[in-house]
Nanobody, 124 residues
Framework: QVQLVESGGGLVQAGGSLRLSCAASGGTFSRYSMAWFRQAPGKEREFLAAISWVGGSTRSQDSVKGRFTIFRDNAKNTVYLQMNSLKPEDTAVYYC?????????????????WGKGTLVTVSS
């Protein structure tokens, strides 16, 4: 059973940066395509970015393109979300997700595993 554990959330001022981490265990991480989602209070969960298991292809939603970057380190079984130029509307619980093999278009529907989330709060 694959387990995903997010970390790196916290309180940051608008314009600041955070790097979220998602550590995977219980599976062969290098064979998983991974993604980040978020859910703001009172809103539905929103897909943000994905990275494929092979080739390193990525894609991001327009709402975060140019500000958020997804990348992975297979040696550390970890996927990251670098968030820059944060805005108060980025306040949400951030979740990582994974699916075996797949590709960047496997998300948002093809999630097999979810983390429990990490809270990001951006103050104005």
């Amino acid at each position: 059973q694959v387990q995903l554990v997010e970390s790196g959330g916290g309180l940051v001022q608008a314009g600041g940066s955070l790097r979220l981490s998602c550590a995977a265990s219980g599976g062969t991480f290098s064979r998983y395509s991974m993604a980040w989602f978020r859910q703001a209070p009172g809103k539905e969960r929103e897909f943000l970015a994905a990275i494929s298991w092979v080739g390193g292809s990525t894609r991001s939603q327009d709402s975060v393109k140019g500000r958020f970057t997804i990348f992975r380190d297979n040696a550390k079984n970890t996927v990251y979300l670098q968030m820059n130029s944060l805005k108060p509307e980025d306040t949400a619980v951030y979740y990582c997700a994974g699916t075996p093999y797949g590709n960047i278009w496997s998300f948002p529907d093809g999630v097999n595993y979810w983390g429990k989330g990490t809270l990001v709060t951006v103050s104005s």
